[in-house]
């Protein structure tokens, strides 16, 4: 084997300089294994040490946003080809649509709870946007027969008037009350914070039959599905 004293001398120069392992092999290409054994017994200051540390850090902080934007993208990939497959949606399928998210979300008529009217409450726009929809398009409900409460966490007084724009600009008409809910402690709670909008709950004057004309619908649903 061909002693590589002047790739050595280098080496241990950029060393004592203060590079990385890996920027000195950029600079003199031998085997690692190599370069270890040169440099065994090369001391570094401690500001050296300190860059390196933070290059390493820095290192490691880039492949993690690497890793984290790989997944944002996968993530992306899949929804954007997932909404593809739903294509347009009929009247037909927005009643079921709508039906089946009442059955989930909406207030049910009970043997201690007769006469029930139709209610529905949720914190996700979105989902309040297709119901009201739903109960436009296929239960010809109109604006005046709707009324729209908000329920927000007490703590939350200060941004009131920004939370009701908030939901009136989702519902497209607005707010009628607001009701405080009791603060209760717990670490686990995420529903604080700048975007903490509380949730609004959809009464409909006078709609105990249609309530019940749902419920008939569902049983349609399970019973054409062969679940019952």
């Known amino acids: 084997m061909i002693p590589k004293h002047k790739e050595k001398e280098k080496a241990?120069?950029?060393?004592?300089?203060?590079?990385?392992?890996?920027?000195?092999?950029?600079?003199?290409?031998?085997?690692?294994?190599?370069?270890?054994l040169w440099l065994k017994?090369?001391?570094?200051?401690?500001?050296?040490?300190?860059?390196?540390?933070?290059?390493?850090?820095?290192?490691?902080?880039?492949?993690?946003?690497r890793v984290r934007q790989n997944?944002?993208?996968?993530?992306?990939?899949?929804?954007?080809?997932?909404?593809?497959?739903?294509?347009?949606?009929?009247?037909?399928?927005?009643?079921?649509?709508?039906?089946?998210?009442?059955?989930?979300?909406?207030?049910?008529?009970?043997?201690?709870?007769?006469?029930?009217?139709?209610?529905?409450?949720?914190?996700?726009p979105l989902m309040i946007k297709l119901f009201v929809k739903w109960l436009k398009e296929c239960c010809a409900i109109k604006n005046e027969d709707m009324k729209h409460d908000l329920y927000i966490h007490e703590n939350s007084f200060n941004k009131v008037g920004v939370v009701k724009r908030y939901w009136e600009k989702v519902i497209g008409s607005k707010i009628d009350a607001v009701y405080f809910k009791k603060n209760k402690i717990s670490k686990n709670r995420y529903n604080i914070g700048e975007n903490y909008f509380g949730l609004v709950r959809i009464n409909i004057k006078k709609s105990s039959h249609l309530n019940r004309k749902i419920s008939g619908w569902v049983s349609g649903v399970c019973k054409n599905c062969r679940v019952v």
Do not use: C, H
């Open 12 to 36: 241990i120069s950029l060393r004592r300089e203060g590079l990385s392992y890996r920027e000195i092999l950029d600079k003199v290409p031998v085997a690692k294994s190599s370069l270890s």
């Open 71 to 124: 997944r944002i993208d996968k993530v992306k990939k899949i929804q954007v080809l997932a909404e593809k497959e739903v294509g347009q949606i009929s009247k037909r399928e927005l009643w079921l649509i709508g039906t089946m998210l009442y059955w989930a979300e909406g207030s049910k008529e009970r043997a201690n709870s007769i006469g029930q009217r139709v209610a529905f409450n949720n914190s996700d």
């Open 41 to 65: 017994s090369v001391g570094l200051s401690k500001s050296q040490k300190q860059r390196l540390t933070e290059k390493k850090l820095l290192a490691i902080q880039r492949g993690w946003e």
